[in-house]
């Protein structure tokens, strides 16, 4: 089956995904997840991008990062093969890990921005991991609600300054999350997560950086 291009400008906010094969689990404990989670900071030095919102569940991960394409695949692509070879080094594995490349969604900043990065960080609620988001430990929730410094999240800006009173407000919408599950809901299925005029422009910055089929992965620099 041929590959789904890409939507891309030169510097976006996408949503990063990826699960274990056949669903498989890809942290086993938490050395695992402490593992992950250095990879990913160490990826995102070297391709020089922030990472607002994430979350580690037991057989996937979320990450919604703001990164030039070129840089996107080799933080991902670097991120998967790193991450999979530890894996199959420490737990005397081999073969195929992911389930397929990783997949990424461009994200409109605004409501959409915030809902997605919200999304996110209520999986392990909706898996009944953990009563409210900001309790699960390998999620940004708790640095937003909390404060917590977690050595990966960079607060996202296109949320304003958060105070006291926006740590409130912020938990208070993790917990009701109705709204944000609608907007994902809007955007199934869609190659993007926004709005139509947010596409269209998206469409029309299509071929000024076409990354040609079966390139390498970028080298990321700081």
């Known amino acids: 089956m041929p590959r789904t291009a890409r939507i891309f400008q030169r510097a976006l906010c996408y949503h990063v995904m990826n699960r274990g094969v056949n ?11 402490r593992y992950f989670t250095q990879t990913v900071a160490d990826y995102k030095a070297l391709c020089g991008a922030r990472i607002y919102h994430w979350c580690w569940m037991d057989n996937h991960y979320h990450v919604l990062i703001e990164v030039v394409y070129e840089n996107l695949r080799g933080f991902a692509g670097g991120l998967q093969q790193a991450f999979a070879q530890y894996h199959h080094a420490r737990h005397h594995g081999s073969g195929v890990f992911w389930q397929g490349r990783f997949k990424s969604r461009p994200v409109e900043i605004g409501s959409y921005l915030a809902s997605c990065g919200r999304y996110i960080e209520r999986n392990p609620v909706r898996a009944g991991l953990a009563v409210h988001a900001w309790d699960y430990h390998w999620s940004s929730a708790s640095s937003y609600v909390n404060g917590v410094e977690d050595g990966l999240t960079d ?47 998206l469409k029309m910055e299509r071929g000024r950086h076409r990354v040609k089929r079966g390139r390498p992965y970028v080298k990321c620099v700081n």
């Open 155 to 201: 607060e996202n800006p296109y949320l304003g300054a958060f105070e006291e009173a926006d740590r409130r407000a912020y938990a208070q919408a993790l917990i009701s999350g109705e709204s944000d599950a609608a907007v994902i809901r809007q955007v199934e299925g869609e190659r993007v997560i926004g709005s139509r005029a947010f596409a269209e422009t």
């Open 23 to 33: 669903r498989q689990r890809i942290f086993q404990d938490d050395a695992d997840r």
